[in-house]
């Protein structure tokens, strides 16, 4: 394959760097883990604490923008609050998509207690109010109609 003496010592150079090459990458993306999209959440950057909003107008745009026009936006309620921390340091655990019955009830347990209660429904609040659309005149309100009649 090699005719030469040098011809085959070229091939275990380039091989040698190669595999240096590949060994490099890997390190870099395993000591510097900030560089990946899915490390994002695990910033140490206090500026970025607590604020999901500046990187998901980017990330997910629609979502954010849902967020930001809805009751917890107009209120504050930070991503943190339903989501947890992306670091794991907050008092629930980080969640993409979290747990309604463990999530909602923080806040709204009268709410959902009256609506199993009341109805049998389940804390299943996202089948009736989108998490990031529940705008402040939200369509559930709208749909309800009055038990008592007028005479």
């Given at each position: 394959m090699f005719k030469t003496k040098t011809g085959k010592w070229s091939a275990v150079a380039l091989l040698a760097v190669i595999i240096v090459a590949v060994g490099g990458y890997a390190y870099v993306m395993a000591a510097f883990p900030e560089n990946r999209c899915e490390a994002k959440h695990l910033t140490d950057e206090t500026k970025m604490a607590g604020d999901c909003y500046a990187c998901h107008v980017k990330a997910t745009p629609k979502i954010a923008q849902d967020w930001y026009e809805g009751k917890h936006g107009v209120l504050l309620v930070k991503c943190f609050v339903c989501h947890?921390?992306?670091?794991?340091?907050?008092?629930?655990?980080?969640?993409?998509?979290?747990d309604?019955?463990?999530?909602?009830?923080?806040c709204h347990d009268p709410a959902?207690?009256?609506?199993?209660?009341?109805?049998?429904?389940?804390?299943?609040?996202?089948?009736?109010?989108?998490?990031?659309?529940?705008?402040?005149?939200h369509e559930a309100f709208q749909k309800t109609q009055s038990k008592k009649t007028l005479d």
């Open positions: 947890g921390q992306p670091d794991g340091k907050g008092a629930i655990e980080f969640a993409a998509n979290p309604p019955d463990t999530v909602c009830r923080k959902v207690n009256r609506m199993q209660e009341k109805y049998g429904l389940r804390a299943q609040c996202n089948e009736c109010h989108p998490y990031h659309q529940n705008s402040i005149h």
